[in-house]
């Protein structure tokens, strides 16, 4: 196996093990942070595809920000009503035949594919790609999008302190 | 391609023994004797009132989504910092007029004491 592969299934392992659990667990905190571990996986996996700016931008927008915002979410809000409840309605074998009908379709699928050679890739670095485009090619739209970040900023404060 | 993020694997890898070694190692030194005012939280000082698991106040929110607004803006500054030798004073102006539209936002949201702990 090489290293690629290894990086590869542990990466994988993390990011499908995450999501397991983050929709298993009962306890609404647990279940952030093992969403957490799961986007942790798939940033391993923008890494191992050479996409560096998009691994960077998961850590810090998707685990350091929305994760955040999900927490914050939770501990506003009085979870501790739901956790004695239990799902009634009892359509997990409904859940289980479409989720089966969907592998083997996908299955089936990738059999038949003919998927291009993957491509080398350039020696320059992804970060240092769009850096280039975004700071050289795009310059106005990039002073623009810290107008949008501005409208957020404004939009936010005016809507939580609407009542306050 | 894997070879130039070695160092960070090394780092990962001391992040999850650190705190691993030393709960193992406490674990195994410590000796184990039982006493109620162990499972508190504060062996000594003020007893807890309360659960643990009570809710936060909703001005911690408003805080939280500016951090992730400017957070937004730190992966904008992020390929100008890696580029930043061969982008030279023109980079500098270029974050230096996109850090001030969002200064602006910052100063504004002070003025009107969003950020105040009223």
């Known amino acids: 196996m090489t290293l690629e592969a290894f990086f590869f299934y542990a990466f994988t392992t993390l990011a499908l093990g995450g999501a397991t659990l983050a929709i298993t667990r009962r306890s609404a905190v647990h279940a952030a942070i093992s969403l957490m571990v ?11 595809l050479n996409a560096e700016f998009l691994f960077v931008s998961q850590i810090i927008l998707y685990i350091g920000g929305i994760l955040l915002l999900f927490l914050f979410v939770i501990m506003l809000v009085n ?6 409840l239990r799902q009634f309605h009892q359509r997990w074998p409904l859940g289980a035949a479409v989720t089966a009908i969907a592998g083997v379709a996908f299955a089936i699928l990738w059999s038949r594919a003919k998927l291009p050679p993957s491509q080398t890739m350039p020696d320059v670095g992804n970060v240092e790609l769009v850096a280039d485009t975004l700071l050289q090619d795009y310059l106005v739209p990039f002073e623009v999008v810290s107008l949008l970040l501005l409208v957020a900023v404004v939009g936010s404060v005016l809507l939580a302190r609407k009542r306050a | 391609m894997l070879e130039g993020y070695l160092p960070l694997f090394v780092f990962l890898v001391l992040c999850i023994a650190f705190p691993l070694a030393a709960l193992l190692v406490g674990k195994a030194l410590r ?9 508190e939280s504060y062996e000594c000082g003020i007893e807890a009132v309360g659960g643990a698991r009570g809710r936060y106040s909703v001005r911690f929110y408003l805080v939280a989504i500016l951090f992730v607004i400017f957070d937004v803006e730190t992966v904008f500054l992020f390929p100008w910092a890696v580029r930043y030798k061969q982008l030279g004073w023109f980079g500098v102006a270029e974050a230096l007029v996109f850090l001030g539209i969002l200064v602006v936002g910052y100063v504004w949201a002070y003025k009107k004491g969003a950020l105040e702990w009223v």
């Not at chain 1, 799961?38 to 191992?48: C, D, E, I, R, T």
């Not at chain 1, 979870?79 to 004695?84: N, S």
């Not at chain 2, 000796?31 to 499972?39: D, I, M, Q, T, Y």
């Open chain 1, 38 to 48: 799961s986007l942790l996986g798939v940033a391993g996996l923008y890494l191992l």
């Open chain 2, 31 to 39: 000796p184990s004797v039982f006493a109620p005012a162990k499972l």
């Open chain 1, 79 to 84: 979870l501790d009503a739901g956790r004695g």
